[in-house]
Every structure is written in C-alpha cells, then in structure tokens.
C-alpha cells in the first residue's frame, strides 16, 4: 500500500469524526458568528467543483446526524432516506451535479482489478440498487460518477490492490497512456 492510500485510508476510517468536527465547526460558524447561510452554500459548490459532492459526507452537519440514525436503525428502508435529506439542500443539488465535472475522481484501474467486490460492499450506491450501481462490473452505472455520490472514499479505502485511487483527472480529457 503506498503513502497514497495509506493517507485515503486513514481519512476514511476517521470520516464521520472529520464530519462531526467539520459541522459543528460549520454549525457554530453558521450561529455564533453569524456566516450567511449563503457563504456555506458557496463554499460547499466551490469545493464541489475541485472534489465533487464531498461536503455532504466530510462537513454537512445535518449529515452527521443522519447518519448517526442510519447506523442506530437496521431498517434499510430508513437507511435510505439519508437520500432523501438532500433533496432540500442546494449544496447537495450543485455538488451532485459537479461530481462528472470535478477535477478529483475515483478511478478504477480494470488491469489490475481482481473483481474482488469489496468495493461494492462498501459502497452505499450498490446497496440502494445492485442492478444498477458497481464500481467494478462493466456495463453498470459507476455510482462514483453518480450524482448521489459523496465521495466517502470507502471504496478506496478498502480495495486490497490498490485498483480504485482518488486522483485528479481534468475533465473532458483522455490522455493517451
């Protein structure tokens, strides 16, 4: 595993205390020192044109607390709803939609891809529609390009090869390797 990962991994397995510090440091901002809402939402799209959709899972305070209640309920049903939070939320709305124009994306490396499916399971887009959703399978809709995408950065984290990387790629360019 290089340095690369090795940092990916460690941001991933600390994310939900990156978000809680994050938002409440947004919460407190936001009431304490009177930041217009409207800065918040600029920021979360500014950054969802470097990064994609990460404010939701890495700083959204009403994030934090819907996922705490995901975690609290085995009901998959509820755990589904953490989707529909963000049907209100413009910064969910811009960052969704920058996530295909983002200059960083999650890139699979189908050479060295051992189709393993650990990426899959960790994925939360997979487990709202097997069908539809794989990091992996050719065919399916990548959910990393995927508007509801929040870039949590699991199924990185957890790719044993190291196939799957958060890189930045500038958009509407291939480079011929």
Known sequence: MNKKQKQITFLSKNRRIIQAVLGVAIYFGIGYFQISLWWVVGFGSAI????????????????????IMMKMSPNETFQRMYQYHKIGCPIAWVSGWLNKFS???????????????????????????????????????????????????????????????????????????
């Open 48 to 67: 969802g044109i470097i990064w994609g959709k990460v404010f939701c899972r890495w700083m959204c305070p009403v994030g934090i607390i819907m996922e």
């Open 103 to 177: 200059f960083y994306k999650i890139q699979l490396d189908a050479n060295s891809c051992k189709d393993c499916g650990l990426c899959d399971s960790a994925c939360y887009m997979p487990s709202i529609d097997k069908q539809k959703f794989s990091l992996y399978k050719p065919g399916m809709t990548d959910p990393a390009e995927n508007f509801s995408c929040s870039k949590c950065l699991e199924c990185v984290s957890v790719c044993p090869n190291g196939s799957l990387t958060f890189k930045k790629k500038i958009p509407f360019f291939t480079a011929k390797e």
